[in-house]
């Protein structure tokens, strides 16, 4: 199939809004190819970008019986005794498993929390011992740290296999990425060819309403591109509108919750929204979360797309190299990552960023 072209398409509402808020897009028709499905996905998804931050993905062609299995392996690996779970600490290259902090970390601080009341586990790209990033220790590309075979079997494989079909799904979607931008159809799919991605597996206890300092997550935006968020049956996820109000994200069946992170607000030129979000779980249980981040290689140099500058909007971030951002990122929000060699600020430049609406 020849790549199509850009053209401009216009921003786009879909006829279902999750909440009267959130644009639930259908991209089966894109996925199979039918002729104008694309480019009507595309609209779609930039009015979804530029009004919202986020949308329900449906169509997406994931198996429930998939996604399921990635549940059902949280809920599994959260279950192993402590001493177990601590074998694989989480380290300096964000793999592992991550209890809940000590402190609040800065983001946290800075809006008067207490630490986010979830423990995570964490994995990146399955990577051989003899790999040049592994010999290299390159950071954020190193070797998952899997609990034993023997302790959790299977653990492993099946992780494996969501995480290959979640990935697959994503190079395909930034394709239509690329055409909401008005950018040729393939603009992404070289940064996207081996993406940078991160499995999270969330435990969240149940927390008392009551105490407005304490959170499952604390409000916050996405550091990256992309993040999925299979469909989840204890809600507790709460996006805070570009109006300012918080919106409780109503489980839709089938449906994926996909938002954009700072990478893609900075690459528009803040054209594509990264919105704040935060987790409560109020549902009196346990709460199991298990997102997907996707976002471009780290060689990858993140410069305003063309679509998104002109002489009378100039670009407002220098270009900036995507692994110097994720560990400029990292330090500043997580403990453990705290005291590692990092960009400073001024050499990142991250501008006021999304954020600025509730760190103030
Ligand atoms: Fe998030």
Redesign the pocket.
Known sequence: MQPRTSEATASVAPPTLIGGEIPLIDVSGFLAGTPGAAERAAAELRFAFENVGFYYLAGHGVPQALIDLAYAEAARFHALPLDKKLAVKVDEHNIGYMPIAQKPPPNAAAQGKKPSQNEAYFLRREKAPDHPDVVANRRFHAMNKWPDEATIPGFRANMLAYMGAIEGLCRKLVRLYALSLDLPETFFDACFAEPHVIQRMSRYPAIDGADDTVNS?VA???SGFM?LLPPNKVQGLEINLPDGRWLEAPGVPDAFVV?GGDILHRWTNERFLSTP?RVRNFSGQLRYAV?FFCDPNHDTIIECVPSCQSADAPAKYPPIKMGDYALWFAAQRYEHMAKVQAPSEAEIAPGARATSRWQS
């Open positions: 997550l916050h935006t996405d993040t938002n979000h997102p």
